[in-house]
């Protein structure tokens, strides 16, 4: 096909080669007189030559044509070649073409406007702004076209005030009624999250496009503000305009963005049954909303309107359909879709590995990560793994419990000169903190600081975490100390931090603490204190603060409250009132209630409830085995061998196993793993020789072992 439009390209060009006339020199150039006679003809030629334009290469053959006849540096013609490579991607050949230009021919706007244009579009926002302050030291005065590309520079770079200095100078540049100018700086003000100066700006205009007005819904959405983006909607129809479809896109947007998932879809109905032409972009929103909910059928009827709408070769509709499959974990679908696209992006793949991970097909996600490198279609680079590719590995080994892997992969990113973002420092700071890797995680710290997103709430959540079940509380505290705005997790991981470790007054004067400070605690924090209570020994404050649940922070108890209340109960040797908890809970008591209540009978060898409680854990069908191992050692301390052999045997029939408990030690940035009945772990003679060492001393301190 390129062939076939390579030969009609010259097929065109050929009539014309008799009006290309080799001069070394602009100056000979306009002296010539066929040029001064059919100059232009000769531009309005190239001119349609780029147009035509269908490849790279073609446009390098009329690049090489006016580099002969020294057209290159007419500033039309160089302003066409400069959107022509910008078009395909190459603007360093544009920047080239730019750079050809003798000083002469720099007073053209249409130059300027050009190159501008060219990085605006390819992200590089600085470099726009300093062409045009280079264009400004020049005396060239921007126009309606030159104006709003600095002012969507300038709305990317996200700097306030650069964007209070622009507007004030396209307002001393006369532009206050400018359509296009405003309409980008109402677009500009809403990106930065600033809703009333764009709104400000809406009203004050004389005339309003469609474009004024979507670009209001737009900023709504952006600030997830469904309701601003429904009243600008509506206030749009009471004027007699109707909405098309990107005003519709943009509301489902905001609505999406809100959470609003079930009134995303009623509006899409609506959207339907008004006849609103369903956009790619729509499509690809609703699928972001099918991939949150349950319902599984919408994800399909979305992509059956995907097809009939055409949008099946739209590399983002794809994209956002295999996050789709994958969320409800429907890998076939996803794999399938992923395999019809013919030039895989990043995007693409790390789709297909988040599905993977996701669903907790952890080889699945590394093989595909692995794979990633070593595809490459039509000729083009293979795609390189990026920051998104190597989180989502990460994170799914760390949530199957994988935690030395995880920080294997870590290590690799690293080496791989990949900069991690707040997303991969704080997944791997949580399996720091399950591993108890202290070390490594001081490590991350400094990573942190070192990139510069120390300050990122999620880092510093992470580090809380990390630090407070390591058992560093100082380095804990210093971190929550220094977070600025402190959310709920801040203070549930402070919380709960201090509370594994049973320093309950701790908790709760932090507790109190985050009460005063106006924050309004949830399910996990109540999870927490009362673990922390229970932990501690804190009988009295445990049961006021479970009754302050409902009757203060109007907070329902739910079964997790429930068990932490017997747990604290139970430990304390209250076994009654932890019993009179099991028999009055408005839900039907699981696995941990009643795991909660044996491992009271246990501590305080009450064998008569720990009969009552038998009956009741063996008709669970739970797989979890720790209720039923206690219930056989309660048994076995009492003698009872032939109850202990009974529960032994239901528990071998039902197929369960008990995973033995592990411990473990970081020594030189290595963790070692200890478990029962495993002799396999190397140096284990030193070890024995240590405990023996270790038990001697205890001995001697008159310590009970």
């Known amino acids: 096909m390129r062939n076939a439009a ?45 147009r035509r334009c269908l490849t790279l290469h073609q446009a390098r053959q009329l690049h090489s044509q006016l580099l002969l006849t020294a057209a290159h ?3 039309f013609l160089a302003a066409s070649l400069i959107a022509v490579y910008a078009r395909f991607g190459f603007l360093s050949d544009a920047r080239k073409v730019f750079a050809a230009i003798p000083v002469e021919g720099l007073h053209h706007l249409l130059l300027w406007n050009s190159i501008i244009r060219a990085n605006v579009s390819h992200g590089y926002h600085q470099h726009a702004l300093r062409l045009y302050l280079e264009m400004r030291n ?35 540049l006369g532009f206050r009624n400018h359509l296009h100018v405003v309409n980008e700086l109402v677009g ?128 983002f509709v794809k994209n956002a359909l295999i996050g789709t499959y994958g969320k409800h ?100 700071l949580s399996v720091c903190a399950e591993l108890a890797a202290l070390n490594v995680g001081k490590e991350l710290h400094g990573y942190a600081i070192r990139n510069l997103v120390g300050d990122s709430i999620l880092v510093g959540n992470g580090l809380i975490n990390m630090y407070m079940k390591c058992g560093n509380f100082k380095e804990g505290h210093l971190v929550f100390d220094s977070i600025k705005g402190r959310d709920l997790i801040s203070w549930n991981s402070l919380i709960g931090g201090y509370g594994m470790h049973g320093l309950g007054e701790n908790a709760l004067r932090s507790f109190d603490e985050m009460i005063r400070a106006g924050m309004k605690p949830d399910n996990i924090t109540f999870v927490a204190i009362l673990s922390a209570c229970s932990h501690a020994g804190l009988v009295a404050a445990g049961r006021n603060i479970f009754y302050q649940m409902a009757r203060k922070f109007r907070i329902e108890p739910n079964v997790e409250h429930y068990a932490c209340m017997v747990d604290l109960f139970g430990r304390a040797g209250l076994l009654k009132e932890a019993t009179d908890i099991v028999r009055n809970m408005p839900m039907e008591p699981n696995e941990y209630i009643w795991g909660a209540l044996l491992n009271s009978c246990r501590m305080y060898r009450d064998v008569d409830i720990a009969e009552e409680t038998a009956s009741q854990i063996l008709t669970l069908k739970s797989k979890i085995t720790g209720s039923i191992m206690l219930l056989s ?11 202990f052999a009974r529960v032994r045997v239901s528990a071998r029939t039902k197929g369960l196993k008990k995973v033995p408990g592990q ?9 070692y793993m200890f ?24 001995a001697s301190k008159n310590y009970n072992l």
């Open 188 to 315: 500009m003000y809403g990106k930065h999250g600033r809703m009333e100066d764009s709104r400000q700006l809406f009203d004050g205009m004389s005339v309003r496009s469609l474009v004024s007005w979507n670009t209001m819904v737009s900023g709504y959405a952006f600030n997830c503000d469904s309701l601003g983006a429904s009243a600008i909607v509506k206030r749009m129809e009471l004027e007699g305009l109707q909405p098309n479809s990107v005003t519709w896109t943009s509301l489902l947007s905001s609505h999406a963005r809100c959470g609003l998932y079930d009134e995303t879809l009623e509006l899409f109905k609506l959207m339907r049954t008004r006849t609103i032409e369903i956009s790619a972009e729509a499509l690809a929103v609703m699928l972001s909303v099918c991939a949150t909910m349950l319902q599984v059928d919408w994800g399909k009827e979305i992509h059956g309107l995907v097809v009939k709408g055409g949008y099946e070769d739209y590399l």
């Open 138 to 172: 020049l005396g060239i005065f921007p126009d309606g076209f030159t104006l709003p590309l600095i002012i969507r520079a300038c709305s990317s770079l996200a700097v306030s005030d650069l964007c209070r200095i622009v507007h004030c100078h396209a307002l001393q």
């Open 675 to 698: 478990s029962s009945g495993n002799s396999v772990h190397l140096n284990l003679d030193e070890v024995y020789v240590i405990l023996e060492e270790l038990a001697l001393h205890m």
């Open 73 to 75: 540096r007419l500033p």
């Open 663 to 671: 411990s473990w030690i970081e020594l030189r940035k290595k963790v």
């Open 633 to 643: 050692n309660i048994y076995a301390a009492n003698g009872r061998w032939d109850d």
């Open 329 to 428: 974990q429907n890998l076939g679908d996803a794999q399938r879709v992923f395999l019809d696209i013919k030039n895989k992006s990043l995007v693409s793949w790390n789709a297909l590995i988040s599905a993977y991970a996701e669903s907790g097909l952890c080889e699945e996600a590394y093989a595909a990560f692995l794979q990633m490198e070593k595809s490459c279609t039509d000729g083009q680079s293979p795609v390189r793994p990026n920051v998104i590719s190597w989180s989502a590995v990460i994170s799914g080994f760390a949530s199957m419990g994988l935690g030395e892997k995880s920080l294997e992969l870590f290590r690799q990113m690293q080496l791989s000169k990949v900069m991690a973002n707040c997303v991969t420092i704080s997944c791997v």
């Open 6 to 50: 390579s030969k009609c390209f010259h097929s065109l060009l050929s009539p014309f080669q008799s009006i290309f006339v080799v001069s070394p020199s602009i100056s000979h150039l306009h002296t010539h007189p066929f040029y001064v006679t059919h100059s232009h003809e000769l531009v309005d030629s190239f001119h349609a030559f780029f």
